[in-house]
């Protein structure tokens, strides 16, 4: 018998200084829809998250707690576990940096690459982040600022062992154009380059000051930082150099690091530059996807705004939370978190267009044929195109999921339950049991049976209690393989068809719970005033014809690169890709968006004003947007489009 294919998937491990924020259940909910998916695809799996324990500032932490770092760690990761829990996360090991098989790995891959010379002592002097706990140079810092959080950076000057990843610069290029796969999404690829070719120096890979850590093994007064032995987790997990390394050997180089933007920087020069001083293969791909604004918002313990998973899945269920980060937001960007828009999410796909369908269904099985389902009539013209339509929806599915898609992988999914809804509509077994047709009832109802049947398999790594509860229903078991999905007409006869609660209640919203933005007052003033107003509108507003409004072209760009301008906090200077060609543009949304989170951005432009000079800058075009500063927002295509697009 044949290996089966393996499939390595890992998430980053957790920093345990406070409890987990809805940022960490995102990144988690995808690796684990991922894992469950490459599962059901019959792949053997290993899924892998856990724990980042060392570093000063759990050191201080604790301190302040007036607890042991060991005893402080030791409950938040409890709390780890018991959020993963809730979430449904399947992972198959948690590693934490403070398990004895990592912290003697770490110890080995250091002392490997100082007999290597890879790793040679010398005078560190210079800045260092401690939350982040990364160092910097002058250069890369804002005002003293850290470049990655914006918190001051401390001065340092002490002896220490640096890494020679200056030695890599070249090799990982080299690797990165070899391996287009490796780094995703391709916004970052480029952020990767410019860093690397921006000069790359050799890293300080240990402190004296930090006792909470891996000491250096033939000279423990220094501790090796933290980044070094953190990342070497990917390969501890698996047992690599102890007696035991069928792990590793079965699994490593792993198929996918799923890490957050702001630490692509260690997992794609860092980290592989260790591989290949190791001689060991780099992982297969590493993706970094954006991060969640609250309401709009960065998220910040000073501004309030931190959402706690806890409590959202206390009020809507885990299943809902995975569906709306997976369909909600486009991964590899940052997306926004609401409430109303994870209400309008469950209440438009999950209650109404999954849940009716499987309420209507149920329901009329319960009434026509509530033994089991019966010989079936012939198949028709409408099922023979529900038949095509569920192919063509699971063929997508697979590809978007492999393409980092899972927003687009869902909507394609969406489009055949949407239809199935439509079918029943438009079949009417409501009328076939009045004309007592019950050889084309007993079809229509199992073809919708089937459309549910099918989309229980895809919606296993995404709603895996809901699919299972669905699954039940149907009078099938609760596990089920990628294949049966692609077989039409797969749900046995005979099968009793279950009536059950709703799976997605609608959520009724509390008007008062809305906060202040809903007009409803307005609409409540009295008839003159509500009708008067519409017509002030018609007078006030200047009207063009059609051919004035044709006059102006606007197009779709796709910004390419983005940076500020010198002397304004509002002004930013972008390239931006046409398809044909590329413009430079002036845009005062420098409040709103920070320059990395535009770049690789589609945005709407008007790309036939006369081009104007800003601070000395010439825009050759203009960005669509409404509100202002740092409400200020970019209009995006819904899906993305060629650079380029006419919009019209
Ligand atoms: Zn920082």
Redesign the pocket.
């Known amino acids: 018998m044949n290996h089966k294919e393996t499939f390595y998937i890992t998430t980053p491990i957790y920093y345990p200084s406070a409890k987990l924020h809805i940022g960490h259940a995102y990144c988690t909910t995808i690796a684990d829809a991922y894992a469950r998916f490459n599962r059901l695809r019959g792949k053997d799996v290993f899924f892998l998250t856990g724990s980042d324990e060392h570093g000063q500032k759990i050191q201080r932490i604790a301190e302040a707690q007036g607890m042991n770092p060991k005893e402080y760690v030791d409950q938040i990761v409890a709390s780890f576990k018991a959020l993963w829990e809730r979430l449904n996360i399947s992972y198959d090991d948690f590693i934490r940096t403070t398990d004895k098989h990592h912290e003697v790995l770490v110890q080995k891959i250091f002392q490997i690459l100082y007999e290597k010379g890879d790793i040679y002592k010398s005078t560190y002097k210079g800045l260092y ?1 401690t ?2 706990e ?1 160092f910097w140079l002058e250069r890369q810092t804002n005002d003293g600022k ?1 470049p ?4 001051p950076v401390e001065e340092v000057e002490e002896e220490s062992y640096f890494f020679r990843l200056s030695k890599y610069a070249e090799p990982l290029l080299n690797y990165y154009k070899e391996h287009p796969e490796f780094l995703q999404p391709a916004a970052r690829l480029k952020e990767m380059e410019s860093f690397i070719k921006s000069g790359l120096e050799d890293l300080c890979v240990s402190r004296t000051a930090v006792t909470w850590g891996i000491s250096v093994p033939f000279d423990p007064k220094h501790s090796i930082y933290v980044w070094f032995d953190a990342v070497v987790n990917y390969i501890s997990a698996l047992g690599y150099l102890t007696n035991d390394d069928t792990l590793y050997k079965k699994y490593w180089p792993a198929d996918l690091h799923l890490v957050g933007k702001e630490i692509m920087r260690f997992h794609t020069i860092i980290w592989p530059a260790m591989l290949l001083a190791l001689d060991l293969p780099l992982p297969k791909t590493v993706f970094g996807h954006g991060w969640l604004v609250i309401e709009g918002e960065k998220m910040s313990k000073s501004k309030g705004n931190v959402v706690d998973p806890n409590l959202l899945i206390d009020e809507f269920g885990a299943d809902a939370i995975r569906y709306f980060l997976l369909r909600e937001i486009t991964l590899g960007s940052d997306g926004n978190f609401s409430r109303d828009s994870l209400i309008r999410r469950i209440n438009a796909d999950l209650a109404n267009d999954l849940g009716n369908l499987i309420h209507r269904t149920s329901s009329m099985y319960e009434k026509y044929f509530p033994e089991a389902i019966p010989e079936l009539g012939a198949e028709e013209e409408p099922e023979k195109e529900l038949a095509e339509l569920a192919k063509k929806a699971l063929a997508e599915f697979e590809t978007l999921i492999d393409s980092y898609e899972p927003q687009n992988a869902l909507e394609s999914l969406w489009v055949l339950i949407r239809r199935a809804n439509k079918y029943l509509d438009s079949t009417a077994p409501w009328t076939l049991a009045k004309n007592k047709d019950y050889p084309r009832l007993a079809r229509v109802l199992y073809t919708v049976g089937e459309v549910l049947r099918i989309a229980s398999v895809a919606l296993t790594p995404i709603l895996p209690t809901s699919a299972a509860k669905i699954r039940v229903q149907l009078g099938l078991s609760a596990d089920c393989t990628w294949e049966e999905a692609k077989v039409w007409n797969g749900l046995p006869v005979g099968n009793r068809i279950l009536k059950a609660e709703p799976l997605f209640p609608r959520i009724e919203e509390d008007e008062k719970e809305k906060g202040p933005v809903k007009p409803a007052k307005e609409v409540k003033s009295t008839k003159a005033e509500a009708t008067k107003k519409p017509e002030a509108t018609v007078v006030t507003e200047e009207q063009i014809e059609f051919d004035d409004f044709l006059k102006v072209h606007l197009k779709v760009a796709t910004i390419l690169t983005a940076e500020r301008i010198k002397g304004s906090d509002k002004l930013l200077r972008l390239e931006a890709d046409l398809g044909t060609e590329k413009r430079q543009i002036v845009a005062g949304i420098g409040k709103a968006y920070s320059p990395e989170e535009l770049i690789g951005k589609q945005v709407a432009i008007v790309t036939n004003l006369k081009p104007r000079k800003i601070m000395g800058l010439e825009s050759q075009a203009m960005i669509i947007a409404a509100g202002d500063g740092s409400t200020l927002a970019v209009f995006n295509p819904e899906k993305p489009v060629k650079a380029g697009s006419i919009i019209g």
């Open positions: 982040c939350p982040c990364a850290c990655d959080c914006g918190r």
